[in-house]
Antibody, heavy 123, light 110 residues
Framework: EVQLVESGGDLVQPGRSLRLSCVASGFTFDEYALHWVRQAPGKGLEWVSG????????GYADSVKGRFSISKDNAKNSLYLQMNSLRPEDTALYYC????????????????WGQGTMVTVSS | QSALTQPASVSGSPGQSITISCTGSSSDVGKYNLVSWYQQHPGKAPKLVIS???KRPPGVSDRFSGSKSGNTASLTISGLQAEDEANYYCCAYAGSTTLMFGGGTKLTVL
């Protein structure tokens, strides 16, 4: 079964750091671009960051650029999101997603979604 | 980065057709045929219904169709059914290394 499972969400204070993880199974990990998409409570979807299958191309939303860093470990079938200098507006459910178009990451065509991991930034 | 503009809500009766618009600019929607649409029911993860403006993923009903004219992409749902009631989001490539979603549209089936 093709699956993405996120972990690492927590309640943290503003200014602190957190690292999210996403473990993939059921497909060839390095052949697909992967992304993080978040959704604040009661709000819409927001693209956060994406990385190509081979890791050579990375992108970030302006709202997180310079604070968040995406990476992947093909040996562990894992995707990560390092989040630094967290702000209350980063509070959201963070989804790990797979782009069905393969290595290219700019299609925004996510066919597989994880269940999400909740990040709450509050003092 | 400006979010793509969608109507906050649309509604229709069972059997009717509705269209949801997604307006961007000449730098994103107007420049690339890289617009996708998602359906999201409350408490669930989004589901891809259209990619690359017009392509339906396997398993998606042919009642869902996509199109684009200029800087505006559209999602049309024909033969509206009760289970179509959900939130719908567009997503587009904005050039360089950036993607963005629209603000979302709540579809109500009357």
């Amino acid at each position: 079964e093709v699956q993405l499972v996120e972990s690492g969400g927590d309640l943290v204070q503003p200014g602190r750091s957190l690292r999210l993880s996403c473990v993939a199974s059921g497909f060839t990990f390095d052949e697909y671009a992967l992304h993080w998409v978040r959704q604040a409570p009661g709000k819409g979807l927001e693209w956060v960051s994406g990385i190509s299958g081979n890791g050579n191309s990375i992108g970030y939303a302006d709202s997180v650029k310079g604070r968040f860093s995406i990476s992947k470990d093909n040996a562990k079938n894992s995707l990560y999101l390092q989040m630094n200098s967290l702000r209350p507006e980063d509070t959201a459910l963070y989804y790990c997603t797979r782009d069905l178009k393969g290595n290219s990451w700019y299609f925004c065509a996510y066919d597989i979604w994880g269940q999400g991991t909740m990040v709450t930034v509050s003092s | 980065q400006s979010a793509l503009t969608q109507p906050a809500s649309v509604s229709g009766s069972p059997g009717q057709s509705i269209t949801i618009s997604c307006t961007g600019s000449s730098s994103d929607v107007g420049k690339y045929n890289l617009v996708s649409w998602y359906q999201q029911h409350p408490g669930k993860a989004p589901k891809l219904v259209i990619s690359e403006v017009t392509k339906r993923p396997p398993g998606v009903s042919d009642r869902f169709s996509g199109s684009k004219s200029g800087n505006t992409a559209s999602l049309t749902i024909s033969g509206l059914q009760a289970e179509d009631e959900a939130n719908y989001y567009c997503c587009a490539y904005a050039g360089s290394t950036t993607l963005m979603f629209g603000g979302g549209t709540k579809l109500t089936v009357l």
